[in-house]
């Protein structure tokens, strides 16, 4: 199954995505929406060999995802915590997520919450962990920066272990 190089309406890379799909069975396709342009939501479905990921961002109000909160995702179990640069958030075998700051002028607090995840994961590949914290990791990158613009985003480097 042959993943393009670069998915989600050309804004990720598609070796990001392919080790968490299957290798046999269904073709790839994908279906997205927010990903170029500015939006405060978006999504990308990807499919090929049987699995789907899916890939989301959100802009929350600070009243919405308070620090407390963050922190009760991120120390559930199966999940590793996961650092990058100012973003928090957590991976697993099944998914991944972060919450990246982006302060706004009428909201100092606000979050981008950025989550990749198994649609159905009965069949997921093994090691699922590394890849999801990668694939979480650009994604936050580029919706923070390139899409939002979020003060700091910046200084998103590559993934803390």
């Not at 991976?91 to 009428?106: E, I, M, R």
């Amino acid at each position: 199954m042959a993943v393009p190089a670069k998915v989600c309406d050309g804004s990720l890379a598609g070796n990001l995505v392919s080790p968490l799909l299957g290798d046999h069975g269904t073709a790839y396709s994908e279906e997205a929406q927010g990903f170029k342009g500015e939006s405060t939501t978006g999504f990308c479905s990807v499919r090929g060999g049987g699995l789907t990921v899916r890939i989301s961002y959100r802009l929350w109000s600070g009243d919405f995802y308070k620090d407390e909160a963050v922190e009760e995702l991120i120390t559930a179990d199966g999940r590793q915590a996961l650092k990058v640069g100012t973003a928090k958030g957590y991976a697993s075998d099944t998914s991944g997520a972060l919450f990246v700051p982006c302060p706004k002028s009428d909201d100092a607090e606000s979050k981008v919450q950025v989550q990749a995840e198994y649609l159905k994961h009965d069949d997921a590949k093994d090691n699922g962990t590394e890849r999801f914290r990668d694939l979480t990791a650009a994604t936050a990158r580029y919706v923070a920066q390139d899409l939002l613009g979020c003060e700091g985003a910046e200084s998103l480097s590559e993934p803390n272990p």
